[in-house]
Every structure is written in C-alpha cells, then in structure tokens.
C-alpha cells in the first residue's frame, strides 16, 4: 500500500517555462515532507522540504506548496532549466520518526 | 569532505549466490539507512541503524536479506541466495540525528542484477 504517491511518472516541459511535480499522501500523521531530486547513476540528493505548520516554502527558483487538507504538495520550479531534468522523489514522515517514506518518482525532462 | 561510499557500484551474480553490498556512511553521522529502488514500488527502506544498533528492519523482504553495523563506519547488506527478483539499485544514507530535520545524505548506490 503506497502511502506516498506520484501519480505522473514522467513529465516534459519547455526551458523557461513553470515545472510543476505533484505528491499525494494517505497517511494523516505524516507532517515533514521533502522533496529529492536524482540524477542517473548517483543517489537522490536533498532538495527542499516543509513542515506541515507551513503551507509554502521557498528556495531560489524551487518552492513547495502543501495542502493539509487534501493530503497533497506540490514543486514548483521556475524558470526550469535543462540541469533541473531528472526523476524527483516525495518523501513523507513524522517529526519524531526517522524513517522516510518515498513516492516512485517523476521524471521531469526540460526540453531546451 | 567525502559523502555516502558504496561499494561495489554494480554487481552481476547468479541466482542462488551470496551477495553482499558494502557501506561507508559520511563521518559523523550516527543513523544509516539502507533503500532498495524498483520501478513498480520506488524507494523502499529496508532497514536502518542507530548508533550501529538495528532499529526497524521490517522492511527487509525475506530472512535471506540480513544487514549489519559492526561500527560507525560500515555496514554491510547480504543477500543469500540471491534471486532474480532482487534485482535492483541499493541505496545507502545516513544523517546526524542531532541535527534536527530529516534530510539523508544518500550514497551513489549498487547496481544488482541477478541472473
């Protein structure tokens, strides 16, 4: 049972244009969450993460937005770049957890 | 500063061999994690340590999977017999627990194939 989930395995989008990767959980007591971003052949590498206090953070072009309610987030990047192509995992876990649960990924590619 | 080491990057084996899958966490860090990466399921975490100390391994999949720490600075993961289904990336990371929120420093990960 995916308690964290990307529906869009693949995503294309133009250079300059608004790349926007989206992340569903199930699980209520999850309240950190973070985003990964892998480049093939190397391990995934933090990007940007939120507490569920928040409903937006931001860094440089990346920002996160999380919606309680609908048990969703979403990252935004803007402008894309062709560096940002690779497969972005969401992750979700509870403060006094360590473990992270990871969705499958998207693989977002920039078309230059 | 070095990061996460993993040795070796790719591994081919033969079903029903030993196989064993070797970490290096950066210096410091005292939580060590070890992920499995499929396309149908993503990043699966199949255990993680403590202070060297196993905390939660349900997420290893058969009691042919067997993970130890014998110190800060190494981890092993050991699959016997290995089997075809096992093939997969193997994700090593770690973090410093005292140092508040949950980013993991990932390893460049084992590439397996089981033949």
């Known amino acids: 049972d995916q308690q964290v989930k990307q529906n869009s395995p693949s995503l294309s989008v133009q250079e300059g244009r608004i790349s926007i990767l989206n992340c569903d959980y199930t699980?209520?007591?999850?309240?950190?969450f973070l985003w990964y971003k892998k480049y093939p052949a190397e391990g995934p590498t933090f990007l940007i993460s939120?507490?569920?206090?928040?409903d937006k953070n931001e860094d440089g072009r990346f920002t996160v937005f999380l919606n309680k309610s609908a048990k969703h987030l979403s990252l935004h990047i803007v402008p894309s770049q062709p560096g940002d192509s690779a497969v972005y995992f969401c992750?979700?876990?509870?403060?006094?957890?360590?473990?992270?649960?990871f969705g499958t990924g998207t693989r977002l590619t920039i078309i230059p | 500063d070095a990061g996460v080491i993993q040795s070796p990057r790719h591994e081919v084996t033969e079903m029903g061999q030993e196989v064993t899958l070797r970490c290096k966490p950066i210096?410091?860090?005292?939580?060590l994690f070890w992920y499995r990466q499929t396309m149908m399921r993503g990043l699966e975490l199949l255990i993680y340590?403590?202070?060297?100390?196993?905390?939660?391994d349900s997420g290893m999949p058969e009691d042919r999977f067997s993970a130890k720490m014998p110190n800060a600075s190494f981890s092993t993961l050991k699959i016997q017999p290995s089997e075809p289904r096992d093939s997969a990336v193997y994700f090593c990371?770690?973090?410093?627990?005292?140092?508040?929120?949950?980013?993991?420093?990932f390893g460049p990960g084992t590439r397996l194939t089981v033949l």
């Open positions: 990371a770690s973090r410093n627990r005292d140092r508040g929120p949950h980013e993991q420093f």
């Open positions: 699980n209520s007591m999850f309240d950190y």
């Open positions: 939120i507490s569920s206090i928040k």
């Open positions: 992750a979700a876990t509870n403060f006094g957890n360590e473990k992270l649960t």
């Open positions: 210096s410091g860090h005292n939580s």
């Open positions: 340590f403590n202070n060297n100390v196993p905390i939660d």
